[in-house]
């Protein structure tokens, strides 16, 4: 059995709703669900709330009228595609309102099932198709971006390796001192070269799906202490602390290796982005069938016109930049595709100069 198509009927009239409703109510072959509101302001809350297949909207309501009510409904409804009821007299307006966002207009005096029903799917395909072929012009957008990312942050350590051998080729070598700077500097640069295309790899296997192959129960609690040994030397030298709390008896469902590179990216960043004495805590608490896992840090926060563009692969920090703390701006867009592809969310609040709590839910085992 298909499911219901659930109709949000915008209509301040009760006889005109009290029709239409009937009328659908003679379609034998599709079950519709429907909502009904007398007002533009109280559809566009419902809207929001409950994301209804389509919505029938009368054009002369008690807080807007005529076209007005198409452009507020175009800006209001976003993606949910609307069918405009009009009179018999009006059709010209219904015309005009097809041309302002509505998928059709359908005059009240010469509605039937049959006529509904088809307004109806052909509303929700057309819908269906232009948001497909949005999404399509956005992922090659995302990819020409991507790509010209890449070959921006490739060029920069290939540059410095290749000046590093011009260097000891011309008398370099001869000078011991001189050739041990450009063997070291060649060392880190093709050590973050290797970093960025392990992180790149990262990145098209989440793209292709290929993440989240292997889910399964895991007790938290072991991975965050395991994490937590992993870094504390690290910690140690920065002279910040390390702490977790909450996970007894914590079980979710995710793939191991990429609960380890979540938890990771985010504790690694939360020491990096640290005070000298500051702290880091991991903790976890129930919520809504998931579990949610929050790390904290008392570090240098993240400026207000910056926190848009966090999860923005090759994006780094003005901070990161000018302290030369070292990264590729690609861990919290991995992060946050492996959250996603195991089923759950990852969001933040930072406060600038006092620290960040980056939050993420999985599945409960």
């Known amino acids: 059995m298909t499911a219901p198509i659930r109709i949000l009927l915008v209509e301040d009239d009760p006889e005109d709703a009290e029709y239409l409703a009937a009328i659908l109510d003679r379609a034998h072959d599709v079950q519709f669900e429907i909502e009904r509101v007398d007002r533009l302001s109280s559809a566009l809350t419902a809207a929001t709330k409950t994301r209804p297949d389509v919505v029938l909207l009368d054009l002369t309501l008690p807080d807007a009228e005529g076209l007005k009510t198409v452009r507020r409904a175009r800006l209001g409804f976003g993606s949910i595609p609307f069918l405009v009821l009009t009179g018999f007299h009006d059709e010209a307006l219904g015309v005009d309102a097809v041309q302002e966002g509505a998928q059709d207009y359908l005059v009240k005096d010469k509605l039937d099932a049959g006529l509904i029903i088809r307004a109806v799917r052909y509303a929700i395909e057309r819908q269906r198709a232009a948001d497909e072929a949005a999404n399509l012009r956005q992922r090659e957008a995302l990819q020409r971006e991507f790509v010209a990312n890449v070959s921006h942050e490739l060029r920069t350590p290939l540059t410095a390796i290749k000046a590093s051998l011009e260097s000891l080729r011309r008398g370099g070598l001869s000078d011991p ?35 989240g192959a292997n889910p399964q129960a895991l007790e938290l609690g072991t991975i965050v202490r395991q994490m937590l040994d992993d870094f504390a030397s690290k910690a140690a030298a920065a ?14 469902w995710a793939d191991p290796d990429h609960l380890i590179e979540i938890l990771h990216n985010l504790t690694e960043n939360a020491i990096k982005y640290n005070k000298t004495g500051g702290s880091v805590r991991i903790t976890a608490q129930e ?50 595709r492996a959250v996603e592809r195991n089923g759950g969310r990852l969001w933040f609040e930072s406060d600038p100069g006092k620290g960040s709590h980056f939050h993420f839910t999985l599945p409960r085992a």
Do not use: W
């Open 177 to 211: 001192p001189t050739r041990e700077r450009f063997i070291a500097a060649i060392e880190r640069q093709t050590e973050h070269l290797a970093r960025l295309v392990e992180e790149m790899l990262a990145v098209a296997t989440l793209e292709s799906g290929g993440l």
């Open 239 to 252: 002279k910040i602390s390390l702490s977790a709390d909450g996970f007894d008896k914590m079980r979710v």
């Open 287 to 336: 919520s809504d069938g998931a579990v949610e896992v929050t790390v904290s840090d008392t570090g240098v926060g993240i400026a207000k016109d910056e926190t848009p563009l966090i999860f923005t692969p090759f994006h780094r920090t003005r901070y990161a930049t000018s302290k030369k703390i070292s990264g590729t701006g690609l861990g919290l867009s991995i992060t946050k």
